[in-house]
């Protein structure tokens, strides 16, 4: 698997499961880390902006633009793509979350800074991350690809602060996942 330290807004640590629901077997944590992510990125005019993450979910609607794009890692030329410091683009300092704010880029006084992101002086940075395998589900609504682990659906309620204690198989997925879209939609652009 792929580099470890970001959190996703959904998941949390993104962890991959081998799934044994189907063979009546444990289900076993397979890896952790993910080698992509999928960032919506809010641009705020810098007296407006949210201050904490815990503000970001009232604040986003003032956001004067917004963007989602992907990133990752490309093994091959062992770099980021796009080139972006990756503790500050996947990671906010001290994320919790998987919300947190890019600083400006101060030329000469730091280097974890984005170095492909320009940031207006007047403006700031917030970013809702999200791993390769939570955005497809709970962001766009795509059907998941097979049937979601209940090992990564609790990590999600876990994560979110969600009840789990209904949710026993293969019955009771589609409502909790539909519960965890009603959710992430509060983290996302406003139309």
Request: with cysteine; proline share 8%; charged share 25%.
């Amino acid at each position: 698997m792929g580099v470890h330290d970001y959190q996703c807004s959904v998941c949390g640590p993104p962890t991959t499961y081998e799934c044994g629901e189907q063979t009546g077997q444990e289900c076993e944590e397979e890896g952790m880390g993910d080698d992509h992510a999928v960032l919506d990125l809010f641009f705020f005019a810098a007296g407006d902006a949210p201050t904490t993450a815990r503000d970001f979910e009232q604040a986003r609607g003032r956001a004067r633009r917004t963007e989602t794009r992907p990133f990752g890692y490309d093994w091959g030329d062992w770099e980021f793509v796009p080139s972006l410091n990756y503790r500050d683009v996947l990671m906010g300092a001290g994320d919790a979350t998987g919300i947190w704010r890019i600083e400006p880029s101060v030329d000469g006084a730091s280097d974890g800074s984005p170095v492909s992101l320009e940031i207006p002086p007047d403006e700031r940075v917030w970013v809702v991350n999200y791993c390769s395998r939570c955005h497809p589900v709970f962001v766009q609504g795509a059907p998941p690809d097979g049937e979601p682990c209940l090992e990564h659906l609790r990590a999600v309620a876990g994560n979110l602060g969600l009840d789990f204690q209904r949710v026993r198989g293969s019955a009771d997925k589609p409502a909790f996942i539909e519960a965890v879209r009603a959710k992430v939609a509060l983290r996302r652009p406003v139309p």
